[in-house]
């Protein structure tokens, strides 16, 4: 019985930071109302950045909408902060399964299974897969698919390309307008730089101004800075940088060991969900650099 | 000064609060757990800092108001606590888990307490 999504946003409405965002996403999802169940999972996701089943939601609705790059970041986002998560477990098996990585998308389910032995859909997806069951030819998607769990492969398209997941079959040449494809700001104040200050991807303006070369400069010498700092400070060796400033914050992480990433954004994002753009970017930027 | 600074180390998980001159690196006052070179701390934070402020202002977000340096056994976390360039920079090392955010806001203190 689908959820009454009136009073689901009555609910909401009268209390915006209630959890009950879930099942109000989860029903306008199941309804096929996806632009609708994308604003209220976002909603949520900003009020509880660190609640695994937002995540969860999230990655489903976007598997829905077919942007499997995006929803596999949700899914390892809520597997980082929930390891347990049977359902990201089982929707990363899905994506996995779609991307032909049958070894990464057993062990997804096998982990899924530990928690949940009694769920039949685990096995059944498993035994589909152990059979060597093809999926079906891609078909339009006209409908939203109802559940990412892998209990559903055979509805869905097998040769999707889903260019950073890993294991991605035939890795695509190096691009860098795709390095940070399908991350929230992709198009903006994100810099990826080589240990020379050397732009590998990525731009950054000011006041309408490309900043791009200049700033590349400056964080190489930053990241050697810190690097040294963390080093004989004893402090190991360091995995990010966080600072306000007057106009913005940002985040600088390093992907390699070589390389430094940058993410700007303004003052209305807080250092702590900052922290997690740049975590996920810095995924993104050493899958295709590994790729390169 | 030291009022100020104890207020920081007071926070668990804290090792040591300083001021340190951002010009020329050098300490002003300190309150530090054994081990920690407070020379050392002063100096490199000093110069992370004049290098970080320069990459902010090069991407147009202005001169720093705080910044934290994550690493796996330690955080090195600074309010600059002066004009634009130069004056004071309020410092604390701590263990890699404790809350910044508190230190965030004691810093902030701190720093607040010396103008």
Redesign the interface.
Same mark, same amino acid.
């Given at each position: 019985m689908p959820e009454d999504i009136r009073a689901l946003s009555s609910q909401l409405a009268q209390d915006p930071q209630s959890l009950v965002f879930l099942r109000l996403g989860e029903a306008l999802r199941r309804k096929g109302q996806l632009e609708a169940a994308l604003r209220v999972a976002m909603n949520g996701l900003e009020r509880h950045p660190h609640l695994a089943d937002a995540h969860d939601l999230y990655a489903r609705i976007l598997t829905d909408k077919h942007d499997y790059e995006r929803a596999f970041d949700e899914w390892d986002m809520a597997v980082r902060i929930a390891p347990n998560h049977t359902g990201a477990l089982k929707g990363l098996a899905f994506l996995y399964f779609k991307v032909g990585d049958l070894a990464q998308a057993e062990a997804h389910l096998e982990a899924a299974r530990k928690v949940e032995p009694d769920d039949p859909s685990i096995d059944q997806a498993l035994a589909m897969m152990r059979g060597g069951i093809t999926p079906p030819a891609p078909e339009p998607a006209a409908e939203p698919v109802d559940s990412p769990t892998v209990a559903s492969p055979t509805v869905d398209v097998p040769t999707v390309d889903v260019p950073t997941v890993a294991s991605s079959p035939v890795p695509s040449p190096l691009d860098e307008s795709r390095v940070f494809a399908g991350l929230e700001g992709a198009n903006e104040g994100l810099l990826l730089v080589d240990g020379a200050g050397r732009v590998l991807g990525g731009a950054l303006k000011s006041n309408g101004a490309d900043v791009t070369d200049s700033v590349a400069a400056y964080l190489a010498g930053v990241s050697q800075e810190a690097a040294r700092t963390a080093k004989l400070l004893g402090l190991g060796s360091w995995s990010g940088l966080s600072a306000e400033a007057q106009h913005g914050n940002v985040h600088l992480a390093h992907p390699t060991p070589e390389a430094l990433l940058l993410v700007v954004r303004d003052r209305g994002m807080p250092l702590g969900r900052l922290a997690i753009l740049a975590q996920r970017a810095t995924a993104m930027a050493k899958r295709w650099l590994e790729r390169g | 000064m030291s009022s100020a600074l104890e207020l920081v180390t007071r926070v668990r998980g804290v090792r040591g609060a300083m001021l340190v001159s951002a010009d020329d690196g050098l300490v002003v006052a300190e309150q530090l757990m054994e081990g920690i070179k407070g020379s050392?701390?002063a100096a490199?934070?000093a $110069?992370?800092a004049g290098? !970080?402020r320069?990459?902010?202002e %090069?991407?147009?977000?202005?001169? $720093?108001?705080?910044?934290? !340096?994550?690493?796996?056994?330690? %955080?090195?976390v600074v309010v600059p606590g002066g004009g634009r360039e130069g004056g004071i920079l309020v410092v604390a090392?701590a263990e890699?888990d404790v809350n910044i955010g508190l230190v965030r806001l004691e810093l902030l203190r701190a720093a607040e307490a010396m103008l």
């Open positions: - | 050392a701390v490199l934070a $110069s992370l290098r !970080l320069r990459a902010m %090069a991407a147009g977000i202005g001169t $720093s108001v705080f910044w934290h !340096l994550q690493g796996d056994k330690g %955080a090195l090392v890699p």
